[in-house]
């Protein structure tokens, strides 16, 4: 019997997906650009990894949630682009969206990890400075822990507007004061570099 093939519609969309794969593209997840704080140079990317990294000279502690990440979702992100590769067979999308789809899941997975970090506990001196720069008549004297864990006095100070009514919490949690880093993770899929 004699074997005859046919190139139709699923032979060219995977001639087109075998073309676009040899442009090779990278993507790249993280605090990319050049984001910095308000009112200072202080680089966003910098801030992130001394967060992730600590600071031993200034007694910064290790607060890691980029590394968790990557270890957590490795896999999922593995299956997730294996089913867009062959969405992009199918040729339901281009090769690219591939890639940009991933940045899109793997940016939240960062950013739900930066939400996630809770410990080590911030230091006292950190929670009274943001407590002073969200209430500039607070007296040093005042013990910082009798007030947060006050709640009707933290319920008063968010009536009377003086601590933001979205994250009165923030005060004690560590990496979401200013929610500039998480603003600031994204991606890129671009050209590896060779």
Do not use: C
């Not at 979205?166 to 890129?188: C, F, G, Q, R, W």
């Amino acid at each position: 019997m004699k074997v005859r093939r046919i190139k139709g519609e699923s032979y060219e969309a995977f001639q087109k997906f075998i073309k676009d794969a040899e442009e090779k593209k990278a993507l790249k997840v993280g605090f990319l650009g050049d984001s910095e704080y308000p009112d200072s140079d202080f680089p966003v990317a910098k801030a992130a990894k001394i967060s992730e990294f600590g600071f031993p000279k200034k007694n910064i502690p290790q607060r890691p949630y980029f590394r968790p990440t990557i270890k957590k979702n490795e896999r999922k992100w593995g299956v997730y682009l294996y089913n867009q590769f062959k969405k992009a067979v199918l040729g339901e999308l281009e090769f690219w969206q591939a890639f940009e789809r991933l940045g899109l899941v793997a940016q939240g997975d960062v950013v739900e990890a930066i939400n996630a970090v809770h410990s080590p506990a911030l230091k006292r001196a950190t929670v009274r400075a943001r407590y002073r720069r969200l209430r500039p008549d607070y007296q040093k004297t005042i013990d910082i822990k009798s007030i947060l864990s006050n709640k009707k006095a933290r319920d008063k100070d968010i009536e009377q507007n003086r601590v933001p009514k979205d994250k009165p919490h923030s005060l004690e949690k560590p990496l979401v004061d200013t929610a500039i880093m998480i603003k600031s993770v994204n991606y890129i899929v671009e050209e590896p570099e060779e």
